[in-house]
């Protein structure tokens, strides 16, 4: 058995997608992980292929001769997806000072790790930082400023690494506990609502653009559980702190998980490949938010994520119209015009 090369602890969070699972499997197996956490939502009641599927992605894990040591938290019924991530690295960070979190989709480039490890270390006390991401969201290099990341208001959680003081205090703010998950036996599981003990809303120097503020300010006060990601609350916390997150100048995770089998991807989108971090690392001089590289990502959250999207997906149904006026919104020119309508 080979020894381990990772030092840093790294997680994995699986469903029911053995195909993407195996493709990460693959990349995380050459990193020879020392410890390992893994992570597997339940099968649906009400989807009957779940069973055979749910099993085939827990036999990956498991016949994988990792070399350092593996934990499992494996559900024996469905959680649902915030459920799974929360409770899961609610469940991880009892145990471990900082961690790499992968989904089964987020095939990650061998220099992700190198990235995230060296910055884990770098920021470990530095607590205006919570997060390090590896997914770029294609924001132009020339707004890095010859850096090889730049701190921004929210950041992509496509392959990402924190630590377990910054994931406590988010969740002593917001801590819902989705009691009961497991036992809605035939049932959809329905997401805990997104309550917190107190209101905690984003400070505006926290972020680049007032459209953004506005946006996070909605996803503060929104007690519906089932219309936000846990990773909008996440970065709600990150933004009423006045923190920030590290955004990678070179793209070093690919997300294979576009298409109807996803939770939330399941537009008919192709990936963003990966690239290669170069080293050594060129660090910004401080740590502040880089206010063209922030507002960037801003725009490119409320693009797929804002008032004027969900209203285009509600009254556009087919995937592949909405992937040809994606192409075209996408494109340089025309989303330096689409980027001043989102920004309003």
């Known amino acids: 058995m080979p020894e381990s090369s990772l030092s840093t602890p790294l997680v994995l969070i699986t469903f029911n997608r053995p195909e993407v699972t195996r493709r990460t499997v693959e990349v995380i197996r050459q990193t020879r992980p020392a410890r390992l956490f893994l992570l597997a939502d339940g099968p649906r009641s009400t989807h009957p292929s ?6 085939e992605v827990r036999d990956i894990l498991t016949t994988e001769p990792w070399p350092g040591q593996v934990q499992t938290r494996f559900a024996e019924r469905n959680l649902g997806l ?4 929360e409770l899961g690295l609610d469940w991880v960070f009892s145990q471990v000072d900082r961690a790499i979190v992968l989904e089964d989709d987020c095939v990650p480039e061998p220099t992700f790790f190198d990235f995230c490890t060296e910055l884990l270390d770098r920021y470990a006390e530095e607590r205006r930082v919570w997060q390090i991401a590896g997914d770029s969201k294609s924001v132009p290099r020339r707004m890095f400023d010859g850096d090889s990341y730049g701190f921004s208001s929210w950041a992509s959680v496509w392959g990402w690494a924190t630590w377990a003081d910054r994931w406590h205090a988010h969740r002593a703010t917001f801590p819902r506990d989705h009691a009961g998950a497991e036992d809605r036996v035939g049932q959809q599981p329905r997401t805990a609502a997104a309550v917190r003990p107190a209101p905690m809303l984003p400070h505006p120097d926290s972020l680049a653009t007032e459209a953004a503020l506005r946006h996070f300010t909605e996803v503060a006060q929104e007690e519906n559980g089932d219309l936000r990601g846990w990773d909008h609350h996440w970065w709600v916390t990150i933004m009423a702190e006045r923190g ?3 955004t990678p100048a070179y793209n070093l995770v690919q997300n294979d998980g576009y298409g109807p089998d996803a ?14 971090m170069p080293f050594p690392l060129v660090h910004p001089e401080r740590v502040e938010l880089n206010r063209a590289v922030s507002a960037e990502l801003e725009l490119d959250l409320l693009r797929t994520d804002g008032r004027l999207s969900r209203w285009a997906r509600r009254l556009i149904r087919p995937l592949w119209l909405r992937a040809a006026i994606r192409s075209v919104i996408t494109f340089r020119p025309v989303w330096w015009v689409v980027r001043r ?4």
């Not at 779940?50 to 099993?55: M, P, T």
């Not at 915030?82 to 991530?85: F, I, R, S, T």
């Not at 939770?263 to 290669?276: F, I, Q, Y």
């Open 50 to 55: 779940d069973e055979r599927l749910c099993a």
């Open 82 to 85: 915030e459920a799974n991530v």
């Open 244 to 246: 920030v997150a590290a």
């Open 263 to 276: 939770t939330h991807t399941t537009a008919a989108k192709d990936p963003v490949p990966s690239e290669p």
């Open 341 to 344: 309508l989102v920004a309003r």
